[in-house]
Each structure stands twice: as structure tokens, then as C-alpha cells.
């Protein structure tokens, strides 16, 4: 899904941010930075903010959403989202994010800086909040 013109450096196992780096969306794929975030119900939750992916394999594996412009009663911040559980619509610009519940996005933590974002600590936090 990414690419660059320079390789990753060797033994590296961090989570980066797209925005800021080298890496790029990879031609033919979706750019969904900026693109609407929706439930199942087509009520708005966020917007795509970043994504974190894994200068490794190349691979996306979680969208930080800012919460924002939400039409919910959510608290406005940046969350993280495993991107395995998100449904691209690219006619229309939106993901959709099907059997997330208000519970789940208010449980989920603030992504406070993307690196630090990115620690197992964090990822397991946001495993717990996604799987209630």
C-alpha cells in the first residue's frame, strides 16, 4: 500500500505516521487522508487524520481519526483504529466503520503523540476498547 524512494532502516519494528514521512500513498490505491468516517447508520464520527504504518512491510495498520466534527456525542480527539476493521467506499470518500458502538469510541484513548501511540501499551488499549 506504501512506497519511497528510501528504505526503511533495518530493524525497524515501529509504527510510523504517513504525514511528515518519506512514504506515499502507493499508486492505484485510495488516498483517505481527509476522507469522512462513518458508522453503519451513515452518522459522521471523524475524519482521517493520519495513518500508521509499518515501514517494514509497507502495510497500513491503523487510521488515527480525529473525532472532532462528530455528529455523535463523542469527545472531540485523535483515536487509533485498526484499519483491518474499516470498509473503504471510495465513491463516496468515506470509510465506514460497521459495529463500533458510542461505548467503544468514548473508551478508546486519545492518541496523544503518534509515535507514542504506536507502544504494545497502546495498542492493547485500544484492542481492549474495540472488542467490547
Not at 492518541?111 to 481492549?128: D, L, M
Request: proline share 8%; no cysteine; hydrophobic share 35%.
Amino acid at each position: 500500500m506504501m512506497h519511497t524512494a528510501n528504505s526503511a532502516p533495518s530493524g525497524s519494528s515501529n509504527l510510523a505516521p504517513l504525514k511528515g514521512s518519506d512514504y506515499q500513498v502507493k499508486d492505484g490505491q485510495p488516498d483517505i487522508l481527509g476522507w469522512n468516517v462513518k458508522n453503519e447508520s451513515g452518522a459522521g464520527i471523524g475524519t482521517i487524520d493520519d495513518l500508521l504504518f509499518d515501514p517494514q512491510s509497507n502495510a497500513v495498520r491503523y487510521l488515527i481519526i480525529d473525532l472532532s466534527s462528530s455528529e455523535l456525542t463523542l469527545e472531540p480527539k485523535k483515536v487509533m483504529i485498526p484499519i483491518g476493521i474499516a470498509q473503504l467506499h471510495q465513491a463516496e470518500d468515506e470509510v465506514i466503520l460497521p459495529n463500533l458502538h458510542l461505548d467503544q469510541y468514548h473508551a478508546l484513548p486519545p492518541t496523544k503523540t503518534k509515535r507514542s501511540a504506536a507502544t504494545p501499551k497502546y495498542r492493547s488499549e485500544i484492542s481492549s476498547a474495540v472488542q467490547r
